[in-house]
């Protein structure tokens, strides 16, 4: 079946601007993860979501960053006022339950110029 | 969750058997061992999971000692789109959602 999709995969965004970043999970996945990869670096967590509510939000790194996730299924991940340091892969993930695999989607590269 | 230890490098060549160890000496009993691979510029791809039996599915192997404190992913037919990097994670299962932190894995190249 289809995998977690994201769009776009890249997006390059003037320093300032505001940008968001798409995530369509497995379908009847449950549990939404957006994690970040920056240029040789480990993930970093962001945000998990269950069903529609995101019981965690302790990795954004500022108030800058904002999700959502409606439906039980699209998730949308907004960074408003982009800086320099926020280049790097975004990735989310889904699983079907909080306590199964999870499994990545292609990420979105984005670029802050 | 416990930590791994993982060679930063291997090579193996094409067509051979590619065996990636992996260290978790604190694993608890309640934590499983999960192998991702993320190949350039794609995002992390899920291999692979065990509690303690040896576990086999269509991508690879998955070796657990007795005691748990090491296993080894074996790739048996590597070929050159094998070339990634390796990441052994252990992680519990059943308290909850967990999220996942990879370490540096290893990077594996597989040679014509």
């Known amino acids: 079946g289809a995998g977690v999709s994201q769009s776009p995969s890249n997006k390059v965004t003037e320093k300032g601007k505001d940008v968001e970043l798409r995530c369509d999970p497995i379908?009847?996945?449950?549990?939404l993860y957006w994690y970040r990869q920056s240029l040789g670096q480990g993930l970093e967590f962001l945000i998990y979501?269950?069903?529609?509510?995101?019981?965690?939000k302790s990795g954004l790194p500022s108030d800058r960053f904002s999700a959502e996730r409606t439906g039980g299924s699209v998730s949308t991940l907004t960074i408003q006022r982009t800086q320099q340091e926020d280049s790097a892969v975004y990735l989310c993930?889904?699983?079907?339950?909080?306590?199964?695999?999870?499994?990545f989607g292609p990420g979105t590269r984005l670029t802050v110029l | 969750d416990a930590k791994t230890t993982q060679p930063p490098s291997m090579d193996c060549a094409e067509g051979r058997a590619a065996n990636l160890p992996c260290n978790h000496s604190?694993?608890?009993?309640?934590?499983?061992v999960y192998w991702y691979r993320q190949i350039h510029s794609q995002g992390p791809q899920y291999i692979i999971h065990?509690?303690?039996n040896n576990e086999t599915n269509e991508m690879a192997s998955l070796i657990i000692t007795e005691d748990r404190k090491s296993s080894t992913l074996i790739l048996p037919h590597a070929t050159l789109r094998d070339t990634a990097v390796y990441y052994c994670?252990?992680?519990?299962?059943?308290?909850?959602?967990?999220?996942?932190?990879f370490g540096k894995g290893t990077m594996l190249l597989v040679s014509p």
């Open positions: 379908s009847g996945h449950t549990a």
């Open positions: 993930a889904s699983s079907l339950a909080a306590t199964d695999t999870q499994y």
């Open positions: 604190t694993i608890s009993g309640n934590e499983y």
């Open positions: 994670i252990v992680r519990v299962r059943n308290s909850g959602y967990s999220t996942l932190t």
């Open positions: 065990g509690l303690k």
């Open positions: 979501f269950q069903g529609n509510s995101a019981p965690d």
